[in-house]
């Protein structure tokens, strides 16, 4: 697990037993410590689009997962974190818990 301020990282990988997940602290003037059962999931967006809490597996077409386990780590760009006002006035009601948004690098074509 891997803390940065309000926000918390479990890592996974591709298999079905173990996904990755992010979640985002509410905001309290509490420790750092507060406990995981505090926290909620966030809105997720992926290069600008609004992802559903599940997507059909590109391995199993059958089953249904977290979008983050569709995602090789290496090919994020950029993560970027909004909480709070900052999140709800550009997302509205739906990002009541944050926002992660993460970019992905752009493949470029090469002659």
Same mark, same amino acid.
């Given at each position: 697990?891997?803390?940065?301020?309000? /926000?918390?990282?479990?890592?996974?990988?591709?298999?079905? @037993?173990?996904?990755?997940?992010?979640? /985002? $602290?509410?905001?309290?003037?509490?420790?750092?410590?507060? @406990?995981?059962?505090?926290?909620?999931?966030? /809105?997720?967006?992926?290069?600008?689009?609004?992802?559903?809490?599940?997507?059909?597996?590109?391995?199993?077409?059958?089953?249904?997962?977290?979008?983050?386990? +569709?995602? &090789? @780590? &290496?090919?994020? +760009?950029?993560? +970027?974190?909004? =909480?709070?006002?900052?999140?709800?006035?550009?997302?509205?009601?739906?990002? $009541? &818990?944050?926002?992660?948004?993460?970019?992905? =690098?752009?493949?470029?074509?090469? $002659?």
């Amino acid at each position: 697990m891997k803390y940065l301020i309000g /926000l918390i990282l479990w890592g996974g990988t591709l298999s079905v @037993s173990f996904s990755q997940q992010i979640q /985002l $602290r509410k905001s309290s003037p509490s420790k750092l410590s507060t @406990s995981v059962a505090s926290v909620t999931k966030p /809105l997720l967006i992926i290069d600008g689009e609004i992802m559903p809490n599940l997507v059909k597996s590109k391995i199993d077409s059958s089953k249904m997962v977290d979008p983050l386990d +569709e995602i &090789n @780590s &290496n090919d994020i +760009e950029k993560v +970027e974190i909004l =909480k709070g006002l900052q999140a709800t006035t550009v997302y509205g009601e739906a990002a $009541r &818990n944050g926002v992660v948004k993460i970019t992905m =690098k752009k493949i470029t074509a090469t $002659r």
